[in-house]
């Protein structure tokens, strides 16, 4: 309902502040969605290789004070209000969710690329939010913050779950297929372009292009990969 509102505000005045919120929303539901089954796929991995689950550890009251912080963010964007007061709030919330992933025993599924690239989209999260604090003290680009939670947080958390879900909910054996790892490095490559582009270390074309460019190869990669297994039966000949 929130996204609904921000974006017809946007049509009405067209003033980008609101799509600038719906980004920081979009964070949000990487640390709803994400936060719940980041940790619970972790656990299940580890505890089915008979490794210590139990360091995987998720504290209750650090969801709902995260998400908190992180939506006053996001109505302080929406309603254009910068300076100190956001740049607190943005580092509150990237220091909740940096604490949140440091729970979740992220070395310990180093070797399993369909875990790790979820906690890596939460790592972009952390980043995205301390650029914007950042940015309120001029320190950095102003924009910079919005391609960490864009092409950054929420491409990689979204390939990051297709991967996932493609092999998953088809019945197939939850492993990467040859080349899956190509489209990780090229959608983490294309987001780590586009925020360098943005704090003026690449000249400005070439890295949109090139960022563009992977971003798109990721993709295609992805269409070319699964397009096959999503247009298929499930192999274990369930219904779906």
């Known amino acids: 309902a929130a996204c609904w509102v921000l974006d017809l505000l946007f049509h009405l005045s067209a003033s980008p502040r609101y799509l600038h919120a719906l980004v920081v929303l979009a964070a949000v539901l990487i640390l709803i969605i994400g936060g719940r089954i980041t940790p619970a796929f972790t656990r299940n991995w580890l505890q089915a290789r008979g490794r210590d689950s139990a360091r995987v550890r998720t504290i209750p009251w650090m969801t709902p004070v995260g998400l908190a912080l992180a939506l006053l963010v996001a109505l302080l964007v929406a309603l ?35 875990l790790w690239i979820l906690h890596l989209g939460h790592v972009w999260v952390v980043l995205g939010f301390v650029l914007l604090a950042l940015a309120q003290w ?100 369930k219904p779906g």
């Not at 390939?159 to 959608?187: C, E, K, N, Q």
């Open 80 to 114: 254009n209000i910068k300076g100190t007061l956001l740049a607190v709030l943005a580092l509150a919330a990237a220091i909740m969710a940096l604490l949140r992933l440091a729970g979740w025993s992220s070395w310990q599924i180093r070797d399993e690329p369909l």
């Open 138 to 237: 001029h320190w950095v680009a102003p924009t910079s913050w919005l391609h960490a939670l864009g092409a950054g947080a929420m491409g990689t958390t979204i390939m990051g779950v297709m991967t996932r879900v493609a092999v998953g909910h088809t019945g197939r054996a939850m492993v990467l297929p040859p080349g899956g790892i190509l489209l990780y490095a090229l959608v983490l490559a294309a987001g780590g372009l586009r925020v360098l582009t943005a704090l003026g270390w690449l000249p400005w074309l070439f890295g949109v292009w090139l960022s563009a460019g992977l971003w798109s190869l990721a993709f295609a990669g992805f269409l070319l990969l699964y397009g096959s297994v999503l247009t298929r039966s499930r192999v274990d000949g």
